[in-house]
């Protein structure tokens, strides 16, 4: 399959295919056949090489009806395809918009390698990909690495369309962050809140503070409460050095998986050897804390409301009907998925939304006068009780969804059955990319796109982000929409109202707020180049506990 598109590209490209038939040229020099017959050996030679290819290229069109419609993209080279367009254009979601501009504003073919793979740039595109054809869509590629590193346990993030994935979204859905599980979690939250306020406080007022590793730390402690019940994690900065390694080899660009066919990709690339060593050592982890689950006294657990996700996950491999039995290496591959989907993606968001709070001092005033009104009274702090009324609050998270969406370009989905898509092929087997982040900054579709102004969302009928406006999509849509976005929204509007409840902010040595440098750097979840360091002045005090 591969193969087959990628060949059909690099004709589709090639030199041959970019020259259109240059058709008045080619009649001046289309002799009489009597002329031929007096011109000499070379010249009808040359009359050949003309002839040639344009009769190809005329039979390729008279075969038009049946052919493939393949969407447009731009010229490629032979072995890499296009990845050159994307090593010279930085950021893969900012290559991708530009290309996009000219070659595919709605649909786009590259080809990464030997792997076909189509760009959805534009919410008429998502929408056909994440709606109309959804069920076609909903599958993930599955590359030699993952294969490598899944060995037959998927999981729930990276996991082929199928009965194992379903069983195991409806476990997350219904069981591990329902809504009900989410509010379970609540004393979990507002613990290692009070963690991150009383940390922000001892620092405050004599020296900066490092918002990002504060953040980080906040999110990594409470997800792994939520996950194994307490926030010791053996080798926990260890863990989470692996996973950062881990996926920066997983999204699909090591050379065994640009080349799946090849294996000499295999033997020349150290992929492999660091998959199966992260592999090995975060299994090992893993395999601890389940023993650990095993033999605790069952009445530890007993609680509903007091399990954490490895005793419901245990709890239902006890009771699962043996026709999609959840094994221990599920089990193992769901708790790296939540804890990899969870810490970055939420921990970069609130990172966002206070730069963008540090950059934007007039909407940073209006956020805080809400939230200090608002709180007023209410046991001196921020309750997740009190969110419900933060609309602007609510509207800055949004804001920063949409200028700085964690997964630029969602997950990646492949298609399982050749569809036609606006009027264009995209065949069985590609790999489909839906660029989120520059279909939230299109300026078709938004006034102002890369203004951050929460206003916006302020406005009656304002688009959503939960799936059904495909002009903002920052937890994706469909049936593969991100299933922890209570989970971590809560997190985030938590921690945003109770940091602007009791300080002030400004940057260090008296840096102005339109020099805080708002860089992106490469990353899973697309985090900002340089930490946010603050300046933290208390104003509300923080209550013991
Ligand atoms: C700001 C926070 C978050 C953002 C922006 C985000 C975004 C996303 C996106 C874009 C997807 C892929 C959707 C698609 O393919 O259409 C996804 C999938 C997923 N997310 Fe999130 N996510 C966030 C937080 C979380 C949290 C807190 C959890 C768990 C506690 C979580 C668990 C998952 C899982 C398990 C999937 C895979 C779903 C599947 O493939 O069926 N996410 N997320």
Redesign the pocket.
Known sequence: MHQHCSTRLWFKNSSVGALQPPVPIVEEATPSPAMAADLPLYQLLLLLLLLVPLFFLLSTRRRAPNAQRLPPGPWALPVIGHLHHLAARGLPHRAMRDLARRHGPHLMLLRFGEVPVVVASSPAAAREV?RTHDAAF?S?PMSPMSRLWFQGAD?????PCGDA?RQ??RV?TQE??SARRVQAFRPVREDELRRLLHSVAAASGRRPVNLTESFKTY?ADS?VR?IIGSRRLRDRDAYLRMLKGLFAIMPGMSLPDLFPSSRLAMLLSRAPASILAYRRSMRLIMDGIIQEHRDRTPAAADDDDEEDFVDVLLRLQKEADSQFPLTTENIKT?ML???G???E??S??LDWAMAELLRNPRTMEKAQREVRQSLAGRRGTATEDALADLHYLRCVVKES?RLH???TM????QCQAPRRVLGLDVPAGTTVL?N?WAIGRDPAHWDDPDRFSPERFERSGARD?R?ADFEF?????????????A???A??ELALAALLLHFDWSLPGGTPAEELDMTEAFGI?TPRRHDLWVVAVPRVPVPEN
């Open positions: 994440m909903a993930r999981g729930i993030l990276f996991a994935w195991l979204r997350c591990l962050l999110i997800t939520a769901v998925d939540i804890f989907a969870s810490t993606t939420s970069t968001t969804l969406p964690p997964a969602l997950v990646p989905r839906v989120a982000f799936g999509i920052p937890f994706g849509a469909g049936r593969r929409i991100c299933p922890g976005m989970f971590g929204l997190h985030i979840a």
